[in-house]
């Protein structure tokens, strides 16, 4: 991994939802391998903790808020990072909407309850609940923000003839093990086959599009989901996780970072996920 490592001193690369969690972590992982590094999210106190850590590594940041639900915000950025940095070479397309409000969480716990213990088989009424807005509030970050930073991408890397596109995917969008979260599920599946279409379309360009599709990450965030569910859900979760540990943020970074160099890799769906889909 050193000598991967390596190859990327002196690229520029973006992070998209870099304030915390995976994205801050992918950010600092790359500026670690020697990559100078662009960051966005919408949270800036995070942000700005994310850009003293790549900056601690030796190379430059440039830290934007950017909603990339926003075409327009989402062209400033890239103009920016042009201006900063003269041209983009990886794009890491992380941020996204996901399902942690409470009605989210109560969701997972009935799920998790209905596929692990002997109940009467029955729908379980996610689909039906969920409103227009909800739905919509999914699809414009998770989909509509990643098309636009791709297309803006791609305005950069087609006339140089080099790029790295790694996009965040799930298992939520391979499987039905997030059936709690159809809209989720959706906007993940949508990702996984845009890679696909457009890592055939450019990689003649020596522009290799891949996605990463983690099953569950060691973020606060779950870490709080745990503590709060008590023993009886997490022994429940941990029935369908054959590894019996999540992922923890270090090891998809360093995923990312191997994806963002020189490899043979065009379209694919790189998914560590403990064998929770295998």
Same mark, same amino acid.
């Given at each position: 991994m050193q000598n991967q490592r390596q190859n990327l001193a002196g690229r520029i690369a973006l992070v998209t939802g870099a304030g915390r969690g995976m994205g801050g972590a992918i950010a600092i992982d790359l500026a670690h391998a020697g990559a100078h590094v662009a960051i966005c999210d919408i949270d800036m106190p995070a942000l700005e903790a994310t850009r003293a850590a790549v900056e601690a590594a030796g190379v430059q940041c440039l830290a934007l808020r950017c909603d990339v639900s926003s075409s327009s915000e989402v062209a400033r950025l890239f103009a920016a990072i042009e201006e900063c940095f003269g041209t983009l070479h990886i794009l &890491?397309?992380?941020a996204a909407r996901v399902p942690n409000t409470p009605v989210d969480t109560g969701r997972r716990n009935e799920h998790y309850a209905y596929i692990t213990t002997p109940v009467l088989r029955q729908s379980l009424g996610f689909t039906s609940t969920i409103s227009d807005?909800?739905?919509h509030r999914y699809w414009d970050v998770n989909v509509h923000g990643l098309f636009y930073c791709t297309r803006e991408a791609l305005r950069l890397m087609q006339p140089q003839r080099d790029g790295r596109i790694i996009n965040i995917a799930s298992i939520a969008g391979m499987s039905a093990m997030s059936a709690h979260s159809p809209h989720y599920c959706a906007t993940k599946g949508a990702v996984i086959a845009f890679t696909k279409s457009v890592a055939a379309e450019v990689a003649g360009a020596n522009i290799f599009v891949n996605a990463m599709a983690p099953g569950g990450v060691a973020t606060p965030e779950f870490n709080q989901y745990f503590e709060a569910a008590g023993e009886e859900k997490c022994n429940q979760f941990w029935q369908l &996780?054959?590894?019996g540990r999540l992922g923890?943020?270090?090891e998809?970074?360093?995923? &990312?970072?191997?994806m963002a160099g020189d490899h043979y890799l065009v379209g694919q769906i790189i998914s560590p996920n403990g064998g929770v889909v295998i």
């Open positions: &890491v397309n992380n807005e909800e739905w &996780v054959p590894a923890t943020m270090q998809y970074a360093s995923m &990312v970072t191997y």
